[in-house]
């Protein structure tokens, strides 16, 4: 499955953007995917997860209340809509899809995802 990311900008603080991931060359549905996170200097982290049914969802901390991830199977998309946004927010934010049995599992690990986006850059000014 090949997966492409966008709706990345440059918001100021509490602002809002949403992004979206589009998926092509497989039935999106088969897939659990998440949302991970890069800034300058640090490692790759962990955003949010949904399930293959989307029945299921899981947060880091410091987005929780503040971020809502969501997919819609028949268009092949996963959303994550990305509110009250702070300037600790700014990275490259990255979609990926893993292949799992279960359509209520939420991968949480980066080793578990076998396909990875390109990125799309959020920047939050203070």
């Known amino acids: 499955v090949q997966l492409q990311a966008c709706g990345g900008g440059l918001v100021q603080a509490g602002g809002s953007l949403r992004l979206s991931c589009a998926a092509s060359g497989r039935t999106f549905s088969y897939y659990a995917v998440g949302w991970f996170r890069q800034a300058p200097g640090k490692e790759r982290e962990f955003v949010a997860a949904?399930?293959?049914?989307?029945?299921?969802?899981y947060y880091e901390d410091s987005v929780k209340g503040r971020f809502t991830i969501s997919r819609d199977n028949n268009r092949d998309t996963v959303y994550l809509q990305m509110n009250s946004l702070k300037p600790e927010d700014t990275a490259v934010y990255y979609c990926?899809?893993?292949?799992?049995?279960?359509?209520?599992?939420?991968?949480?690990?980066?080793?578990?995802?076998?396909?990875w986006g390109q990125g799309t850059q959020v920047t939050v000014s203070s």
């Open positions: 949904i399930s293959r049914s989307g029945g299921g969802t």
């Open positions: 990926a899809a893993a292949s799992v049995g279960s359509y209520s599992y939420t991968a949480k690990r980066g080793t578990e995802y076998n396909y």
